[in-house]
């Protein structure tokens, strides 16, 4: 199969997890606006089945997770006169992207071989834990383009890093290597590139030790609260708490504790 007939994005449900890779890797995964209204099915299935607890997101080939938008496309667009975007992605294809999905209450692992760069990183900064190789470059070269890290580079490194810090990368475009990256706190846990499955299964394998409810309340309550004053998270009320805490499994966890015994998690 050639690069246009070939699927942007393998899709894979196994054991509650869920393997989501975007398959591009002779233009290192650049996006294009198929490979994004692809993805919006995906997200679509995650979020809707319950027995996907997990999912893991990563680029195909041992050299990018992806470059971000398809340069080449967008030159292409802008010749036919196509609107150019700009700070969100309303009104494009595959419209909410990740980046846009707030709502997104299962957990994603980012797991980074090789570039992630412009809106690869912006992807990347919307995952809720990055698992990178030592091969792992990390910048947004918008402004060195003429554009702007419109799927939230621009809103989320300043909220992830310090002000100074995540100016001098969106300002410059300038690389950020997988350590400087775990000095940031951006990633969780860098690895030699031939160890980065097994540490990325580590990790899922924890995950799936969580009950699935409550990791999904706890998201929720970390995204939605961590821009709110103290006292506003406390008063709200958040929707998958209410379904954790009438749930079976918030009294499976004590009852296997006290019968020491591993819990049985259903889910409800
Ligand atoms: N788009 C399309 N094709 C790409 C892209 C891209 N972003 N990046 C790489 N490719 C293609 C190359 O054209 C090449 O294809 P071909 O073999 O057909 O010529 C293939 O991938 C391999 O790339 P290179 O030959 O360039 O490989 P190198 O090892 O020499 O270089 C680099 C690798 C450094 C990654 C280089 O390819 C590069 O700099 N790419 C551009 C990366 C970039 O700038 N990404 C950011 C894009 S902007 C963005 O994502 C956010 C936009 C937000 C817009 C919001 C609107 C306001």
Request: proline share 5%; with cysteine; net charge negative.
């Amino acid at each position: 199969m050639s690069d246009a007939e070939d699927p942007r994005v393998r899709y894979v449900k196994q054991d509650h997890v869920a393997r989501v890779t975007l398959n591009r890797p002779a233009a290192l995964n650049a996006m294009d606006l198929r490979m994004h209204e692809e993805l919006a099915a995906v997200w679509d299935d995650v979020e809707a089945d319950d027995e996907v607890r997990v999912v893991v997101l990563t680029g195909a080939g041992d050299r990018a997770f992806t470059v971000g938008q398809d340069l080449k496309e967008r030159a292409r667009l802008d010749e036919e006169g196509v609107p150019r975007s700009t700070f969100g992605s309303r009104g494009q294809p595959g419209w909410p992207r990740l980046t846009e999905r707030f709502t997104l209450s299962k957990p994603v692992i980012a797991r980074v071989n090789g570039y992630a760069l412009g809106g690869g990183f912006e992807l990347a900064l919307a995952c809720d834990l990055v698992i990178a190789s030592e091969q792992a470059v990390f910048a947004l070269p918008e402004a060195r383009l003429g554009l702007v890290p419109g799927a939230g580079g621009a809103f989320r490194l300043a909220r992830q890093l310090p002000l100074k810090a995540a100016m001098g990368y969106l300002l410059t475009g300038r690389r950020m290597t997988a350590d400087v990256a775990l000095g940031f706190g951006l990633v969780n846990q860098v690895v030699p590139a031939e160890q980065l499955d097994d540490c990325v299964e580590e990790w899922v394998q924890d995950l799936l030790r969580s009950a699935p409810l409550a990791v999904r309340a706890i998201k929720e309550a970390v995204m939605r609260s961590v821009d709110m004053p103290l006292e506003q998270a406390f008063n709200t009320a958040f929707a998958w708490e209410q379904r954790r805490r009438h749930s079976q499994d918030a009294i499976e966890g004590p009852k296997a504790f006290a019968e020491q015994r591993e819990p049985r998690w259903l889910g409800r």
